[in-house]
């Protein structure tokens, strides 16, 4: 954990913010859950023991962060789950008429985003 007050209150406000866009993910198909619940994680570490322990150890939220913190891994569903839902994002935009140049700079982000999801490997398993 942190030393500083102030770098655990911002720790806090980071793992608990992403904590709640992960829940929002459980229950919304285009949001994302691991990603978020990877930084509410890192976050909890530095600012809460109890949370993160609570986190790490839940039944159906520790699995995906365990195996990040593990390999460095990625499910494959939730590889699948990630890239589908970016592909709808960037249809979504072009379906509503953003501009070329931002879909340029979303289409560049989310390929990126994108290939670093995909080229993470599948947890081992278990």
Known sequence: ???????????SI???TSLGLGLIGVFLPVMPTTPFLIVAAFGFARSNERIHKWLIE??????????????GAISTRAK???????AGAFSLS???????????IQGACLA?????VVTRRAPPKH
């Open 14 to 16: 980071v793992a608990w």
């Open 58 to 71: 839940h039944p159906q939220l520790g699995p995906p962060i365990a195996d990040w913190e593990k390999y």
């Open 94 to 104: 072009v379906l509503i008429g953003l501009r070329w140049e931002l879909l340029a």
């Open 112 to 116: 990126g985003a994108a290939l670093f």
């Open 1 to 11: 954990m942190s030393d500083s007050r102030f770098w655990r209150m911002v720790w």
């Open 80 to 86: 699948i789950t990630a890239v589908l839902t970016m």
